[in-house]
């Protein structure tokens, strides 16, 4: 079997986790904590990153810390894993879905028209007519990897005084090469970035997350707020409510060994998405979906658009798995889940298209050309 995605380990995990188990931190303390915050603030050119437990973990510290309140409304995607949506909830908002656009992320036209035309402003603040209720924060997804447009996104945020979370949990790595954003990565042009290090990310540390902020002040409250609020550790005075949202030190361990290879990572994640697009090129069963122009992506998934009319996508990964190729479909559109069926969306047509017809093929960083060879191979043949 040819997996979907897998972790890579290559590097120093080994060395540095026994390391970390013999000098005895194995928790929510010790060196790599600092290092692989330091490292990561370095890699994406912010003074300082925040480790904590999870990248849903970071979405939810960095919504609180937007003043996202109970009855808010928050501007979400509708393409996403629902752990970028989960984070509104806890926070006791309420989610509005957004469509995408041919990136399969937010569409930044619709996000402009439903401000303009379902909302209004009073008093430098946003609410949507209907409900009455305001809408605060903008959650944008970078979706496998793939760059928002940011600055469509961003002026729309400063015209309404919103604030954006950017979940780069699939985008570390991606950055801009052209534009008002040349040379800043995903996560750190909103007031707030996310990072993810969950097993099938381009990097990982087994679980694990970590916040950016434009505002230093707020990430140094994020950090506050993810190790219980302690104001005084040695006598337990909390004058917050906290949450154990800290990193251990055995998981920054593997993550400062896996950051050592993450651009070798996204470099090989290109070679491979290279080779695919070769043998893809020229099927009129399958078109693989390209990256934003303008900017240098992480290439996390690959996203192979079934243009064969007719075919059944369940039967089709079951298939390619009976010959060996694991495979997957893009995510059940979030505002169709149980949990968000009732909830406001906007215009969602290009989502509802884009997830009848997206297939997910095996990008793992140890892919061997073969590998990718064999893949695409079977992806034809099946759809003959």
Known sequence: MIPLSIPNFEGNELKYVTDAVGQGWVSTGGAYITQMEEKMAEYVKVPKAVACQSGTAALHLSLMECGVERDDLVIVPTVTFIAAVNPVVYSGAEPVFMDCDDSLCM?????????????????????????????????????????ADMESIMDTAARYNLKVVEDATEALGTRYTSGKYEGKFAGTIGDFGAYSYNGNKIITTGGGGMVVAKDQKQLEHIAYKSTQCKDDPLFYVHNEVGYNYRMTNVQAAIGVAQLECLE??????????????SLFEGSDAVELLEFREGTYSNKWFYSLEVKKPGVDMHQLVHDLSDRGIQTRLIWALIHEQKPFEDSITYKIEKADRYSKCILNIPCSTNLSEDDIRTVAETVLDVLK
């Not at 070798?264 to 697009?277: I, P, Q, T």
């Open 264 to 277: 070798e990572f996204v470099e090989r994640k290109n070679k491979n998405y290279d080779l695919y697009k």
């Open 107 to 147: 569409d930044p036209v619709k996000l402009e028209a439903f401000c303009k035309e379902e909302c209004e402003m009073k008093d430098s603040e946003l609410f949507h007519k209907a409900t009455g209720k305001r809408v605060s924060a903008i959650v944008v997804v970078h979706v496998f990897g793939n760059m």
